[in-house]
């Protein structure tokens, strides 16, 4: 009996004694990270693009790589670790990068993760943001300064902005809507189209008005999107590229059905 304790005392002393790398592997979950691709935020702050990825129980370390968009890009480790963003300050005025995400289990790593295009820039987006969604759409009342962007990276990954609007029209009447693009002759094709829900998408034609109708008998509230037209801001359709462009958007007037 006595042989009988001493043997699972010193059993027992034997598992305490054991390393917290051994006990921390004996208690992970068994499952494998799950591969996947890491959310790239850029114009928010000038030449600064935002990483940032989702825990993964499975996963001992999280491993970014950054590449310059190009025909065959070059990834190099940006970072290496437990943490889960980074911001990314060592980019330039009009560059594509791509950012793709790794994971580490033991000796073993996962992925990396199919790349997420960033836009190291000196102009951000502007103050009506985040109204790329109609349910954050802003309220047309004033004329409104705006821009708006498209970018593609070589294999065909994108980053580009929506802008949502509201506008209040009354009854039996119409509102004329401008739209301006800086830069662009009255007239021309902007690079912009314009969708009215439950109306055909437009290119939007600078400086002409937009008819927006209320044929019924109470105020109603539209909702128009704006929204970058891909082919014009891209150079040459097989290759990467984009752009930003300003423009404004007015209530011109209310009139008479």
Same mark, same amino acid.
């Given at each position: ?5 001493? +043997?699972?005392?010193? *059993?027992?002393? *034997?598992? +305490? ?16 990270? @799950?591969? !996947?691709?890491?959310?790239? @935020? ?41 943490? +889960? ?8 005025? !009009? ?10 289990? &033991? ?33 047309? @009342? ?13 294999? &065909? !990954? ?8 509201? +506008? ?8 004329? $809507?401008? @739209? ?32 927006? !109708? ?7 509230? *539209? ?10 801001? $891209? ?7 984009? &752009? ?14």
């Amino acid at each position: 009996m006595k042989i009988q304790l001493l +043997l699972i005392t010193f *059993f027992l002393l *034997f598992i +305490l004694s054991c390393s917290e790398g051994l006990l921390n592997d004996m208690l992970r979950v068994i499952t494998d990270p @799950v591969v !996947e691709e890491p959310c790239v @935020v850029s114009f928010e702050k000038e030449e600064t693009i935002e990483i940032s990825w989702n825990a993964d129980a499975g996963a001992d370390e999280y491993i970014l790589y950054r590449a310059e968009d190009a025909l065959t890009p070059v990834y190099e480790i940006l970072y290496q670790g437990t943490r +889960l963003s980074l911001t990314d300050t060592d980019v330039t005025g !009009e560059h594509r990068y791509l950012y793709t995400l790794g994971k580490v289990r &033991g000796t073993v790593l996962f992925g990396p993760s199919d790349p997420t295009l960033g836009m190291g820039s000196k102009v951000i987006q502007d103050n009506l943001e985040g109204n790329n969604v109609k349910e954050k759409a802003t309220t047309l @009342v004033w004329d409104l300064d705006a821009n708006l962007y498209y970018y593609r990276s070589n294999d &065909g !990954e994108e980053i580009e902005d929506f802008d949502w609007y509201l +506008l209040t029209v009354p009854p039996r009447r119409k509102a004329m $809507i401008i @739209v301006t693009q800086d830069g662009l002759g009255s007239g021309a094709d902007s690079w912009m189209n314009y969708y009215l829900e439950g109306h055909v998408t437009e290119t939007i034609i600078n400086s002409n008005a937009i008819p927006v !109708e209320n044929y019924s008998y109470d105020e109603k509230t *539209f909702y128009f999107l704006i929204s970058p037209k891909s082919s014009e801001f $891209i150079g040459e359709p097989t290759l990467g590229g984009g &752009g930003l462009i300003n423009y404004r958007v007015s209530l011109n007037s209310i009139q008479s059905l």
